[in-house]
Nanobody
Framework: VQLVESGGGLVQPGGSLRLSCAAS????????MSWVRQAPGKGLEWVSS????????YYADSVKGRFTISRDNAKNTVLLQMNSLKPEDTAVYYC?????????WGQGTQVTVSS
C-alpha cells in the first residue's frame, strides 16, 4: 500500500487549497478512504471520509460546509477541496486507509493558514 499526498501550502485565511492523494498497491475502488489531520502539538483528528463508490461522504463538524471530499476510482485518487480556510485548519493532512485490520497513511502534506 502506498498513499502519496500533495497540494498543501501556505494560504491566507479565507483562501482555498485542493489536496490530492495518489493511491497504489491495493484495489482502490473497493475501499472507504479518509482524510485526517494533525495540528501542531495535537493528536490526529478525523476530517472526512468517502465510500468506495463515492456515494456517501462524511465530514467533521469543524469542516462541514467548507471542505469537499471526492474520488476518482479510474485514477486511484482521492481529493479534498478546502475552501474558506481558517487558521485553525493549519495541520499536516494525511490520506488514511484501513484494510485487513491495518491502518495506512502517507507522509502527509502541510497546510498552513496564516496572514
Amino acid at each position: 500500500v502506498q498513499l502519496v499526498e500533495s497540494g498543501g501550502g501556505l494560504v491566507q485565511p479565507g483562501g482555498s487549497l485542493r489536496l490530492s492523494c495518489a493511491a497504489s498497491g491495493f484495489t482502490f475502488s473497493r475501499y472507504y478512504m479518509s482524510w485526517v489531520r494533525q495540528a501542531p502539538g495535537k493528536g490526529l483528528e478525523w476530517v472526512s471520509s468517502i465510500y468506495s463508490d463515492g456515494s456517501n461522504t462524511y465530514y467533521a463538524d469543524s469542516v462541514k460546509g467548507r471542505f469537499t471530499i471526492s474520488r476518482d476510482n479510474a485514477k486511484n485518487t482521492v481529493l479534498l477541496q478546502m475552501n474558506s480556510l481558517k487558521p485553525e485548519d493549519t495541520a499536516v493532512y494525511y490520506c488514511f486507509l484501513t484494510a485487513a485490520g491495518r491502518n495506512y497513511w502517507g507522509q502527509g502534506t502541510q497546510v498552513t493558514v496564516s496572514s
